[in-house]
Structure formats: C-alpha cells, structure tokens
C-alpha cells in the first residue's frame, strides 16, 4: 500500500509539468526538405491571401484610355483620346469595413494553425515511425533470447527422449516452439524494412542517428491551451462572428466618394471649328442603401452559420478532454506492465544468483544458468518495449499542441 501512495504521488507530479518537446526549429529536422518547404510556402500564401483580404475593402484605381475616329465629318476624320484617372471609393459601410479586416485577421489566424496542426502531425508521424522502429529492434532482440532458449530446451528434451524419460511429443512441442518463434523473428525483420520505408517518405535524414525526443507528461489545462485544433477552431468562430456581422452591414447605408480626371484631345474640325486640349475633373459622393427581399434571410443564414461552428467549438473541446483522459488510462496501464516486467526481472536477477551458486555446487549446469540469464534480460526488455508505448501515448497529445 505504501508503494502504491508513492506511485500516485509521482503519478500526479507528473501530471503537473508540461515540458515542451523540442523547439519548432528541431521538430523540421525529422522530415525531409521537401515537406518543410511545402509547409513555409503554404505559411507564405496565407499571409499573402490574408493581407489582400484584409485591404479588400479598398476600391482599385481605375486608369483608362479611349480613342475614337469619327469619319462622318465632310473636312476630314476626326480623333477623339480621353484618358482618365477615377476612384469610387467607399469610406463608411456601418461597421462592415472594421468587420472586414477583423473577419481577414481570424481567417488568417484559422489558416496558419491549421497548416501549423498539419506540419505538427507529419513530425509526429515520422517520430512515431522512430518510435516504432525502437520498439521493433527491441522485440527482435527479445526474440533472440527467446530463440536461444528454445534452443537450449530443445537440447534438455532431446537428452530426455534419447534417456526415455519423456515421449516425442514433448520434443515435437520444444521444436515447433521454435519454429514459431524463428517465424516470429522473420515477420518483425519484414516490420522493420516496411517501417524504415514509411520513414524514408517523411524525412531524408538517417533513422539510426536520429535522436528521439524524451517526452513528460503535460496537464490537462496545458493540452487544452495549446491543442491546435482548438485554437483553429476558435478563429472559425471569430471569422463567422465577423462574416456574420459583414452580412447585415452590407444591407445597412453606405458612403462613398468618388473622383475622376480627365484629358480629352480631339484631332479635326467640325464645322470649321478647331477643337482644342481639354482637362477636367468630376467628383462627388453617393449614400446607397440595397433594399433586397433576401436580406433577413441572408444575415439569418450569416447567423446561423455562426452558432454552427461554436457548437463546433464546444463538441471539440469534449472530444479534446476524452482524447486526454483515455491517453493518461492507457498510460495508466502501461505503468503497470512496467512495474510488473520490473518485478519480473527483480525476480530473475535473485533466480540467476542461486543458479550461479547451484551451477557452482554442481547441481545446476552452465545452461541453466545461460536460461536464467536470457529470461531476466527479455523481462528487462519487456520494460524497454512498455516505455517506448508509453512515449507513444504521450507523442498522441504532443502531435496536437504547438510549442
């Protein structure tokens, strides 16, 4: 009971930090140049597409040229150029501007946390395939020893069937044991070759002298904080608050200036009468105001919309808690195979002393001391194997959280 009060305590300590994985600048190293590049390129775009959003509101201005002959005229043909410079610009649209580069601000936002969860979700993957590959090397390693045992009471029951203490089948059982474990060895040898292909299409670099992160427990309010799709989420919502209110705007008076210059020049006579250079100006401002029989149901759509995605938001966080809560049970589970493939190897380790000692005394031989060896180290890789599924529970919360 006492091991176990102190289990809980370190188990709740743990809980408490909130250790970042690596710096951002480290995280890019798992994948290949290529993917990196895709990500800065879409980063890059969505600054651009957000910055022509967030001026859209200014109206272009308009340079045009004109040129026409007239040939009705009894004297000769007649050339008329005009170029003009306008704008019709409006400066009040009943809050729907300040929506507009507000609306431009959280679209923004949304976009780059979610190339950001993206870029996230692939490094989690290829440490996962590290992750993987760690575990695999150790379950080959295991299964070795596992062989070599085998092997060892293939020897002991052979003696015993050649002695005619036992029957074939114990002998049969002891090989086919065997045979089933050399299998074993062959599918993971396959595993290993599959993974570092999986690897190979995320990252360039050398699975072998890449270092693997050591990942802490964060708290749940830290998950919650930090969780990526959370905080996308939450920019969807200020994007439709935003859009929403733009909709109503729209349909509320606008005003606008407008202002335009031209240059006339005509080429010819009408009449005997010669046409000269002309500058002029025109300027002035209009208040509009659309009457459209689709308003109500437009801002109520506008609304609508809106109220969809915070429910979105409020279902996200729900599923953002249970995501947390069955990782810290699976992790909760894996301790305890740690602490019982410990235990375990506790165990081993005092059967392999004895063992030394009988071997010594001459009632043990050295291959039962070789067996109670190889036990104790594949119950110390037992433990290796929960840690690395442990590290890979915990990769499912850091996958989804930014730094």
Do not use: C
């Not at 994948?31 to 272009?60: C, G, H, M, T």
């Not at 009471?153 to 002695?163: F, G, L, S």
């Not at 045979?179 to 074993?184: A, E, G, K, L, V």
């Not at 427990?217 to 989420?233: D, G, V």
């Amino acid at each position: 009971m006492k091991g176990s009060s102190v289990l809980k305590k370190l188990w709740l300590l743990s809980s408490l930090l909130a250790l970042p994985l690596l710096a951002e600048g480290e995280l890019e190293n798992y994948l290949s140049q290529e993917k990196n590049r895709i990500f800065d390129y879409q980063e890059e775009a969505n600054r651009l597409e957000s910055s022509v959003l967030r001026k859209s509101w200014i109206s272009p201005i308009m340079l045009q040229y004109d040129e026409t002959i007239t040939t009705q005229s009894l004297l000769g043909d007649v050339t008329d150029r005009t170029f003009s410079v306008g704008i019709d610009q409006p400066i009040f649209k009943s809050g729907g501007i300040y929506y507009a580069v507000k609306f431009a601000d959280a679209q923004e936002g949304a976009t780059a946390a979610q190339i950001q969860q993206q870029r996230r979700a692939l490094i989690s993957q290829a440490i996962g395939v590290l992750f993987d590959l760690k575990k695999n090397r150790l379950q080959q390693k295991q299964m070795r020893l596992k062989i070599r045992n085998d092997e060892i009471d293939i020897r002991r029951k052979r003696e015993q069937y050649d002695a005619g203490v036992i029957d074939s089948s114990f002998l049969n059982q002891a090989i086919l044991q065997r045979n089933r474990d050399q299998t074993s060895l062959l599918v993971l040898q396959l595993a290993e070759k599959n993974l570092r292909n999986a690897f190979s299409l995320l990252s360039d670099r050398n699975p072998d002298v890449l270092r693997l992160p050591k990942l802490k427990l964060i708290s749940e309010r830290s998950y919650r904080e930090r969780n990526l799709e959370l905080e996308a989420q939450r920019r969807l919502v200020e994007s439709s608050d935003y859009n929403s209110k733009m909709t109503w705007s729209k349909y509320l008076p606008t005003f606008s200036l407008n202002a335009r210059y031209f240059n006339t020049d005509h080429d010819g006579y009408f009449i005997g009468t010669n046409l000269n250079r002309n500058d002029y100006y025109r300027y002035g401002f209009r208040i509009s105001m659309p009457l459209s029989v689709n308003a109500p149901q437009d801002i109520e759509a506008g609304r609508v919309r809106y109220l969809q995605q915070a429910v979105q938001l409020l279902d996200n966080r729900r599923k953002v808690r249970s995501e947390y809560r069955l990782v810290l049970d699976t992790i909760s589970i894996i301790d305890k195979k740690i602490a019982l493939a410990r235990s375990d190897e506790k165990l081993y380790r005092s059967l392999l002393a004895s063992t030394k000692e009988q071997a010594q005394a001459g009632q043990k031989i050295q291959l039962d001391v070789e067996t109670m060896r190889n036990s104790m180290n594949m119950a110390k890789l037992d433990a290796q194997i929960y840690q690395v599924e442990r590290q890979s529970q915990l990769l499912k919360l850091y996958s989804k959280i930014h730094e």
